[in-house]
């Protein structure tokens, strides 16, 4: 680390992530530059990994990325998974995201249509050092909008269509090379399968349901509700022997929530979105991001009039992109099959929505509360405690209820669930 100093909150680094970062910066051509450390965001943005802005003061320029660093704490990362979700984007910034855009360059897409993602400039994948250093696009005009707020159906169909170029690339990589594709999707761990095995998640499942319960008055949602959020493990194991046989299995990003996708405007106009999260990726069925997404980015009222219209323009945007590869989405995928999956698996998707409710709703400073408990909690009891929604204040706990009665509306109305 040689002719590099730290400024700022460098105590969110070990020794060894500084000198990876040192060594990154080396191979870019810096060298005895001020390197200072910031947080970006704030409680409830990221409840794992710390999210740094790094900027390299420099006399021609100051050169700006994103490191996401893992926690060092062994009670922090045994309880979040940590291991798992820091390989799973170590893959995919390295080595999926990489060969899917080679395929477009080679198949002659235009530049402007290549699909996008934060350039990576580094991965450390030494434990417990883990660390990825990527492209700042905030320097690009890409921002984040409020959590709180559901995405327009602007924003959804921007995301709907990068999911199509994303799913199509990776039926095209499986189509043309299966077994580099298999090679490559095997170092990729379903974290929710592995994560459902953890002694206590379990507990954790059953007192989100009986939260759920105690917050929702009339039955006409209690019974939507009881009996489901506990058996998610059940559901998730079903859904994972399909998608070994599936014909259309395709790498997903697996966690498209508003804090993981970043959107650039003008005129205040949506016109451009990347997503920065791949922690939750895996080989799955391409309702997998659809479900997530829509569950967790709207509201019953923008489902209620655009569900369908968003379902076609998916399907019609996976053609579009398997057609720039001489494919046909009917020979792959066609419009009945994907119906078929979304009514089929939206179930599990239903379970998981209302454990995203739980945590998504929380404010800066009850997400704080969570994550002290994640990272020093003497015991998994505390972490329980933490999640209970006796602990959120009335507008929090009102947030959450209407949360999970538009989503029961929402499948009752789309015929997913009696």
């Known amino acids: 680390m040689a002719g590099f100093t730290f400024e700022g909150e460098v105590e969110s680094l070990s020794s060894r992530q500084q000198e990876f970062i040192c060594e990154v910066l080396e191979k870019r051509g810096y060298q005895n530059n001020n390197i200072v450390i910031e947080a970006v965001g704030k409680a409830g943005d ?3 990994a710390n999210v740094k802005r790094i900027t390299v003061n420099d006399d021609r320029e100051h050169f700006k990325m994103i490191a996401k660093i893992a926690p060092t704490n062994q009670i922090a990362r045994a309880r979040s998974g940590i291991d798992v979700m820091f390989m799973n984007e170590s893959v995919m910034y390295k080595e999926i995201l990489p060969k899917l855009v080679e395929i477009q360059r080679v198949n002659d897409i235009p530049k402007d249509s290549l699909f996008r993602y934060a350039e990576c400039y580094g991965v450390l994948t030494e434990a417990p050092h883990e660390l990825i250093l990527l492209e700042d696009l905030k320097l690009s005009e890409f921002i984040t909008l409020d959590r709180f707020k559901p995405l327009s159906n ?59 319960l105690e917050i929702l008055a009339d039955e006409h ?47 205040n106009v949506p ?21 997530y997404m829509i569950f967790a980015c709207t509201d019953h009222e923008s489902r209620r009039k655009y569900y369908n219209q968003w379902i076609d323009y998916y399907h019609s945007e996976l053609n579009n992109s398997l057609s720039n590869f001489k494919m046909k989405v009917n020979d792959i995928y066609p419009i009945d099959e994907l119906n078929k999956d979304l009514k089929k698996y939206c179930k599990y ?58 989503l029961v509306d929402s499948c009752r109305q789309f015929g997913y669930i009696d």
């Open 46 to 48: 990221n409840y794992i």
């Open 271 to 291: 016109v451009e979105c990347v997503m920065i999260d791949y922690q939750l990726s895996k080989v799955s069925s391409p309702v997998g991001d659809i479900l």
């Open 349 to 406: 998707f239903f379970d998981n929505a209302i454990i995203m409710y739980s945590i998504l709703i929380r404010k800066s400073e009850d997400a704080a509360k969570v994550k002290e408990a994640i990272e020093g909690g003497d015991n998994y009891e505390d972490v329980l405690e933490s999640f209970q929604t006796n602990n959120l204040d009335a507008e929090s706990v009102s947030l959450f209820k209407s949360k999970i009665e538009d």
């Open 154 to 212: 602007e924003c959804i169909k921007l995301i709907l269509k990068k999911f199509a170029i994303l799913h199509s690339l990776s039926i095209v990589f499986k189509e043309e090379n299966p077994e580099s594709f298999s090679k490559y999707s095997k170092n990729l761990i379903d974290f929710f399968d592995a994560f459902c095995k953890a002694p206590g998640f379990q507990h954790y499942l059953a007192n989100v349901e009986k939260d759920a």
């Open 221 to 267: 949602y209690k019974a939507a509700i009881r009996g489901t959020v506990s058996k998610m493990p059940e559901e998730l194991s079903k859904m994972s022997k399909d998608i070994q046989k599936m014909k259309h299995s395709v790498v997903i990003q697996g966690d498209s929530w508003t804090n993981n996708i970043m959107f650039r405007l003008q005129d």
